[in-house]
């Protein structure tokens, strides 16, 4: 597999989304609108009046919380960049030529995940930086210290979010192979975040602590097992021959 | 350059190309001819790598289709104009062409030159930070056609490049293919347009899902129509049409005004007593030529004779 291949398909991609508001909008805004928001939170929380407003201990669970908003965000944000990628191609009908370069199946496949990867994993990166700062900056005076960065959220964003957006455009080729419309591909491929809200939803209600760094690992290593089974499933789905013969 | 022999395609119980065996000569234009359904567009597939073959040999300038090795050398070498063009509608006419030039592993050099020649030849040059979107069909069809060419391929598969075009759109889009001709590249060229083929190819294959004949259009129009009889009188009669039909009993005579036809075997060789009979039926006749059937008579004969 060559990647110089797969990072012009890639290109091609990052080029047609800058011309799409609806997609700048969706990957950009939406990180940054919660890396404002949850520290705005924060700060309300702690600055209610006594008895109302959130103790050091509060904050302690819920700023972990709060980090896995990211993760959500990890299981929403692909979806809207690899449909389009893979259906807004079947509209088109420009697969075909582009199956009829020198290029393979898999190095096609590649640099759609690339596109629909990497624009939503800078634009989590650079939310949760301005999420933790923001909220170091509102909780220091009543913990004491800087909360982030921390081990948790190290592998949150770095080993997670990654597997999430992985998970998360493998599903929406896997969806996108079976629907032609662009905004079902959407909604059908933005089901990936349940899976996601479970997790969060688990740790709210005492299930798993996620605070501790050995239950993200072992809930990162379900998450690659899926990843696998999925990338299995997505280059299937992904065959020249499906496409051009099968795919509606 | 392009070999086959006995392609076959099934999808499930469906055949859609059934034990296809061709040769198209290097520098060749080539027509693909066929109704709608007769596996021409899964042909130029099955040549260009896209799907695979059920059985049978293909090879394209000595490398094996179906082989992967040889699938990659093969997609380098040739040149694809979809039927449904497929442009990046959101980019412009250049950015379209630049992928594809990446993609193929020109130069950045080699590609501004590329594309600025085939843009103006196209005459798309003034047009190339538009994006696509806001192109008429006959412009796209255009681009598509620059898409195919841009990383200077030896052989050219199109597949029905003037369907759905006006017809100013698509002289413009076959006087360019007879550019090509003349560059002496290899075309393969499928069409359902009769007239087109005739115009431009210099070979013709009738398929319908098999291959039913494959000659030039002076060929073809020989082969299965035959020839036949045309006598150009000063007023047709009933006494003429039936010494005719009376001394000719194999042949189909019509009528148009005061011209016959007479459809019959070996016609050269019987003109003198086809003569005979009209002379003495009371005929005077004008002129008396031979003549070919059409290559519209020949394709239609031939698909309903499979049919």
């Known amino acids: ?248 | 350059m392009i070999d086959t022999e006995n392609l076959t395609k099934k999808f499930g119980d469906l055949t859609a190309v059934d034990g296809v065996t061709l040769h198209v000569e290097e520098g060749e234009v080539f027509g693909f001819l066929g109704p709608n359904g007769a596996g021409k567009t899964t042909s130029v597939r099955m040549l260009c790598c896209l799907i695979s073959k059920t059985s049978g040999q293909a090879r394209i300038a000595g490398y094996e289709v179906g082989n992967d090795a040889d699938s990659l050398k093969i997609r380098k070498m040739i040149g694809l104009v979809p039927d449904n063009v497929g442009l990046y509608e959101a980019l412009s006419a250049y950015q379209n062409l630049d992928i594809y030039a990446r993609l193929y592993g020109r130069s950045e050099a080699q590609r501004k030159e590329d594309i600025k020649n085939l843009l103006t030849m196209l005459g798309l040059w003034e047009k190339k930070d538009v994006a696509a979107a806001t192109f008429s069909k006959g412009m796209k069809q255009k681009l598509a056609i620059a898409r195919a060419l841009v990383h200077d391929p030896q052989i050219l598969f199109m597949d029905e490049p003037t369907a759905n075009l006006d017809p100013e759109a698509a002289k413009t889009v076959r006087d360019f293919i007879m550019d090509l001709r003349k560059e002496k590249r290899t075309i393969f060229l499928n069409t359902h347009n009769l007239d087109e083929a005739n115009r431009i190819c210099d070979r013709i294959a009738i398929l319908n899902t098999k291959l039913m004949a494959t000659g030039t259009p002076a060929e073809l129009e020989r082969m299965v129509g035959g020839q036949k009889v045309v006598i150009q009188l000063d007023k047709a009669n009933d006494a003429v049409l039936g010494a005719l039909r009376s001394r000719f009993p194999d042949a189909t005579v019509t009528v148009d005004g005061a011209r016959l036809t007479i459809d019959l075997r070996d016609p050269e060789k019987r003109i003198p007593d086809i003569v005979d009979a009209v002379v003495k039926a009371g005929g005077r006749i004008i002129s008396s030529t031979v003549a070919s059937s059409s290559l519209e008579e020949t394709y239609l004969k031939l698909v309903r004779r499979e049919n």
């Open chain 1, 1 to 248: 597999m060559r990647l110089s291949q797969a990072l012009i398909v890639a290109s091609k991609d990052f080029a047609t989304f800058t011309k799409k508001k609806n997609i700048i909008y969706t990957v950009f805004v939406i990180p940054l609108l919660v890396s404002f928001l949850l520290p705005a939170v924060t700060w309300y929380t702690s600055q209610r009046s006594k008895g109302l407003a959130a103790t050091p201990a509060d904050l302690v669970t819920l700023l972990p919380a709060f980090s896995f908003f990211f993760l959500i965000l990890a299981g929403i944000i692909p979806a809207y960049i690899a449909s389009y990628s893979i259906v807004g191609e079947k509209v088109e009908k420009s697969l075909e030529p582009l199956l009829a370069t020198p290029t393979t199946d898999s190095e096609i496949l590649l640099g759609k995940g690339v596109a629909a990867f990497v624009p939503p994993f800078g634009a989590i990166l650079v939310g949760s930086i301005i999420f933790m700062g923001l909220t170091d900056f509102v909780t220091q005076a009543k913990l004491g210290y800087y909360f982030f960065p921390n081990w948790t959220t190290a592998t949150l964003l770095f080993l997670m979010v990654p597997l999430a957006e992985l998970m998360c455009v493998e599903w929406n080729v896997i969806v996108s192979s079976r629907v032609s419309d662009v905004r079902i591909a959407q909604q059908v491929g933005a089901l990936m975040v349940i899976p996601f809200v479970g997790i969060y939803l688990s740790g709210e209600l005492r299930f798993i602590d996620l605070g501790v760094v050995n239950n993200l690992l072992y809930i990162a290593g379900a998450l690659a097992v899926l990843d696998a089974v999925l990338f299995y499933l997505a280059r299937a789905a992904f065959d020249r021959e499906e496409i051009l013969t099968k795919w509606k």
